[in-house]
T-cell receptor
Framework: QKEVEQNSGPLSVPEGAIASLNCTYS??????FFWYRQYSGKSPELIMS????GDKEDGRFTAQLNKASQYVSLLIRDSQPSDSATYLC????????????FGTGTQLKVEL | DGGITQSPKYLFRKEGQNVTLSCEQN?????MYWYRQDPGQGLRLIYY???????QKGDIAEGYSVSREKKESFPLTVTSAQKNPTAFYLC????????????FGPGTRLTVT
């Protein structure tokens, strides 16, 4: 069973700080990695995708992938109260077609 | 505007009744997916379709059925055989079979009493 693990939180950070969200996965041979943001009562919104080892930056967001250690992380710089949401990690495993396996999400709270 | 629509937003049904959830997309995406989300849990895949007139079971297909007669539409029927149907149902789509990035519709919250 392919698995994706996240700490459920809540992770609390002060406004302006860097929020660091982590995700580990069970299969060393995996293809694609995604971070979704989900506000309470709403559907997930894709914010980052990463396919190769290293860092990928998009505005205040940076995704980091380390396939050897089987983890992917999301950094949010200059955190804002509007970043308060649940962040879902999703992995497309090799041989799994285009199916995504989701973690249970980490709740982020950005405090004033 | 391009996007994925789901209707209705809220749906209430009595136990024992079948109910069909609508999902339509005008993004010209080949692949479509149905997930359910329960409180405190991640998304679980119910069914997916990579091409018209073809679909595959996901991890929790029992008690559900789908059809894919048109590229734009992928309705989900929750049958009376589904033991715990109350959940948040999410439809997603992706460009083509080889692309994993999925985009979600707004969801349908189903309550069965």
């Amino acid at each position: 069973q392919k698995e994706v693990e996240q700490n459920s939180g809540p992770l609390s950070v002060p406004e302006g700080a860097i929020a660091s969200l982590n995700c580990t996965y069970s299969d060393r041979v995996s293809q694609s990695f995604f971070w979704y943001r989900q506000y309470s009562g709403k559907s997930p919104e894709l914010i980052m995708s990463i396919y190769s080892n290293g860092d990928k930056e998009d505005g205040r967001f940076t995704a980091q992938l380390n396939k050897a250690s089987q983890y992917v992380s999301l950094l949010i710089r200059d955190s804002q109260p509007s970043d308060s949401a649940t962040y879902l990690c999703a992995v497309s495993f090799t041989g799994g077609g285009n199916k995504l396996t989701f973690g249970t999400g980490t709740q982020l709270k950005v405090e004033l | 505007d391009g996007g994925i629509t789901q209707s209705p937003k809220y749906l209430f049904r009595k136990e024992g009744q079948n109910v069909t959830l609508s999902c339509e997309q005008n993004l010209n995406h080949d692949a479509m997916y149905w997930y359910r989300q329960d409180p405190g849990q991640g998304l679980r895949l119910i069914y997916y379709s990579q091409i018209v007139n073809d679909f595959q079971k996901g991890d929790i297909a029992e008690g559900y059925s789908v059809s894919r007669e048109k590229k734009e539409s992928f309705p989900l029927t929750v049958t009376s055989a589904q033991k715990n149907p109350t959940a948040f149902y999410l439809c997603a789509s992706s460009w083509e079979a080889g692309v994993a990035e999925q985009y979600f519709g707004p969801g349908t919250r189903l309550t069965v009493t």
